[in-house]
């Protein structure tokens, strides 16, 4: 078979790494991919990210699937486009996306079919956003409605960062079009986990669960990022909590989808913040749904996959997952997250990146922000590299990834050296 995937991070070259070992697999197209996927046998980047041409580039090279990496060519419609041409194509519809293309749609979602969430107003005036600031007080949380690129979402302790934030997004327009409306809600508070599933409109198969770091510096300070480093499984998900919340939140996103006529074929990633407590009582609550996997949550999981991916992704578009079982290593992984000097704020790229180790069996190294010139591989975005081990335990691994860390060089490198505290910590501090 023949596949497209469309996307250039460290979740794309992921999924194609983990496709190539499918036996029916016999070229892969990304769409534009990066350094990584540049230097893979049997896959090819294309320069193409127009919607329209991408479904043009299926027909004329009779692509037999094709795989929705990233967030905004599902918000502009891709997959639409695709199955009115009569493309097989795994994500959601440009209405279902709404789900993590608009803040708000999924909140009014939410409170419509009664799944637990934070309480929240939404505005489009910045006066009446300052007014309900100062009546609820803080910590709150302020979020543009659109896409941001991970730079929409300001977790406010103090007064002045809520107010600035309102200011940014509605005074100032610093986020143009996706910050021209805002929710402002109440801040959960808890231990966060990863909650991804895959579905077919009606079925639903739970993927490993997962759990990232948001922030760039250790002990969980500094700015919030895309995602500085992960790992699978989330120890914080017990088989109880795992149970509740297929139950009390992913189960009833999919049915509510299809009763509102919008049925979710695809990645359904549930930002999940889990409270303390008792695990039958703890408060769980949606922090935000994303409509593709995550990034790095995508490295560790599919690292962990024993299953075949085209197969699932063949159920999916198949409206089968039903007859699947997916099978997993039960070692755990974990991906550690190199950045480029100056991210989040302005990334420097550019630069050469020396000895990138060759993959082995417990340990590959996915590109994100990066390209290849035939003859080195150069820093391209904020995110640059994943290095992701599997391990008998979490520590074993998280050696294993930092060991090869410390092997790659480029100019200004960032990244933790505390990825996997909450798992390894019995204290539960950084």
């Known amino acids: 078979m023949k596949l497209l995937v469309i996307g250039s991070g460290g979740r794309e070259h992921a999924m194609v790494w983990r496709l190539q070992s499918s036996p029916t697999v016999k070229h892969i197209y990304v769409a534009p991919g990066n350094g990584g996927t540049a230097q893979m046998q049997g896959v090819t980047n294309i320069d193409i990210q127009n919607p329209s041409d991408l479904r043009d580039f299926a027909q004329l090279q009779n692509i037999d699937l094709t795989i929705v990496g990233p967030e905004a060519p599902l918000a502009q419609g891709v997959v639409d486009l695709f199955k009115a041409a009569g493309l097989r194509i795994f994500g959601p519809s440009q209405a279902a996306a709404q789900l993590e293309s608009s803040k708000d749609f999924a909140k009014r979602f939410m409170q419509r079919h009664n799944i637990p969430t934070a309480a929240y107003q939404t505005f489009t005036d910045a006066q009446a956003a300052h007014d309900y600031i100062d009546l609820q007080g803080v910590p709150i949380v302020v979020k543009a409605d659109g896409l941001a690129a991970g730079k929409g979402v300001v977790v406010a302790m103090s007064l002045d960062e809520a107010h600035a934030a309102v200011q940014a997004m509605l005074g100032d327009e610093k986020l143009g079009q996706a910050g021209s409306r805002v929710v402002i809600e109440s801040c959960l508070v ?181 390209t290849f010139d035939d003859t080195n591989t150069h820093t391209a975005g904020g995110r640059v590299l994943c290095v992701t081990a599997l391990g008998p335990d979490l520590a074993k691994a998280q050696a294993r990834a930092y060991e090869t860390v410390a092997k790659i060089q480029f100019e200004g490198a960032q990244f933790r050296k505390d990825i996997g505290w909450r798992a390894l910590s019995s204290t539960k501090t950084p």
């Open 190 to 370: 808890g231990e966060e986990a990863s909650f991804i599933v895959i579905c077919d409109g009606k079925n639903i198969v739970p993927l490993a669960t997962s759990q990232d770091h948001k922030r760039l510096l250790d002990g969980d300070k500094g700015p919030n990022t895309g995602g500085m480093g992960a790992y699978s499984p989330a120890p914080v998900v017990s088989p109880l909590l795992h149970d509740r919340i297929m139950k009390e939140i992913i189960e009833p996103t999919i049915t509510g989808m299809a009763a509102d006529d919008i049925p979710f074929q695809g990645f359904l990633y549930a930002g999940v913040m889990i409270g303390d407590g008792p695990d039958a009582t703890r408060d769980i609550g949606v922090l935000e749904f994303n409509c593709r996997l995550g990034d790095p949550e995508t490295q560790p999981i599919m690292m962990r996959l024993k299953s075949d991916l085209l197969d699932l992704f063949m159920h999916a578009t198949n409206g089968s997952l039903n007859h699947v079982e997916v099978l997993w290593h039960e070692q755990p992984a974990i991906g550690i997250v190199l950045a480029s000097a100056g991210y989040p704020e302005k990334a420097v790229t550019g630069d050469i990146i020396n000895h990138i180790p060759a993959p082995t069996d417990d340990c590959v190294v996915f590109h994100a922000g990066t």
